[in-house]
């Protein structure tokens, strides 16, 4: 990854399909002197991402693909990648699989938060199974998107404790906090 030369911030599209409260949290960051990211596009493949609203509140352009025909998708994402001089793509809660075409094409600056311990749990509910197979422990990771789903190089984790009482929704709360913490401490770290 390019090092960060003097003030300039790095140009950063986040993806999204829902909540957003990960693309809040990195805009807030962002925004902060020692955080060598802007967020410049909001990328969602659903009208319906509730975090659709950020883009309005902190005036990022945003656009909606809804990545069902891979080839056209990619074509359209490229070119305003391209027009607003994106330089990083931060997955945050993207319920899509990029085609492996388009992962090339942005070969180690796609970077994705994943609610489980990977290699634990890739994939979907990873509460759920985590607590379903009686796991002490669960958490997030920061990792280097790859076309092998949920398992390129880990930027950064965090453990979280799963207690006898969580179920599905608590874990789930408990861990999205912590990933407010790594998200932008991981884009921090390969960026300086
Ligand atoms: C987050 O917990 C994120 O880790 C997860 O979706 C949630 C999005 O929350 N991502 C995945 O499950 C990707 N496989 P948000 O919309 O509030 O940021």
Do not use: W
Request: proline content about 3%; glycine content about 4%; hydrophobic content about 35%.
């Amino acid at each position: 990854m390019r090092k960060l030369i003097g003030p300039k911030k790095i140009k950063t599209a986040v993806f999204i399909s829902g909540k957003g409260s990960n693309l809040k949290n990195l805009i807030q960051f962002s925004k902060l002197k020692n955080y060598p990211f802007s967020v410049d596009l909001i990328i969602s493949n659903t009208n319906q991402a509730k975090g659709l609203k950020y883009s309005k509140q902190y005036k990022i352009k945003k656009k909606i693909i809804k990545y069902d025909k891979k080839i056209k998708s990619d074509q359209k994402i490229l070119y305003f990648l391209k027009q607003k001089k994106i330089k990083l793509i931060c997955l945050a809660g993207f319920m899509k699989i990029l085609s492996n075409n388009f992962i090339k094409k942005f070969q180690g600056k796609i970077i994705n938060i994943h609610p489980s311990l990977l290699p634990k749990y890739k994939g979907l509910n990873t509460h759920f199974r985590a607590i379903k197979n009686r796991e002490k422990f669960s958490g997030c990771t920061v990792h280097y998107v790859t076309p092998k789903l949920d398992s390129g190089k880990i930027i950064l984790q965090k453990k979280v404790k799963i207690s006898s009482k969580d179920n599905h929704s608590s874990l789930a709360k408990k861990i999205l906090k912590k990933e407010h913490l790594i998200y932008p401490a991981a884009i921090k770290k390969i960026l300086s």
